[in-house]
């Protein structure tokens, strides 16, 4: 089983830059494809980001790409969700997931592990 702890979000204004943390125990991030989902309220869960240990491409969807970048830390067993130029539309609580399979989905329920999640609020 593993655990997974997120941390770094926050109130910014539009523009500023952000660093979240998803921290895991129980088992090493290395073998496990990882992603990142946002839920703004009143919306379903949306896929932001993922990272497969196969080493293959990360995905990125339109609505982050060129904005946000994840990267893997395996010495501290950290995944990271860089983001930038935020906006308002950003406003969720943002998630990180795993999953076995080397391939990434967009689908929520296709990952075994959550955390519990860490609120951005970007104001205009």
């Known amino acids: 089983q593993v655990q997974l702890v997120e941390s770094g979000g926050g109130l910014v204004q539009a523009g500023a830059s952000l660093r979240l943390s998803c921290a895991a125990s129980?088992?090493?991030?290395?073998?496990?494809?990882v992603c990142w989902f946002r839920q703004a309220p009143g919306k379903e869960r949306e896929f932001v980001e993922g990272?497969?240990?196969?080493?293959?491409?990360?995905y990125y969807p339109d609505s982050v790409k060129g904005r946000f970048t994840i990267s893997r830390d395996n010495a501290k067993n950290t995944v990271f969700l860089q983001m930038s130029s935020l906006m308002p539309e950003d406003t969720a609580v943002y998630y990180c997931?795993?999953?076995?399979?080397?391939?990434?989905?967009?689908?929520?329920?296709?990952?075994?592990?959550w955390g519990h999640g860490t609120e951005v609020t970007v104001s205009s």
């Open positions: 990272n497969s240990w196969s080493g293959s491409p990360t």
């Open positions: 129980g088992d090493t991030l290395g073998s496990w494809t």
């Open positions: 997931a795993v999953r076995r399979s080397p391939l990434v989905t967009t689908t929520a329920r296709g990952y075994d592990y």
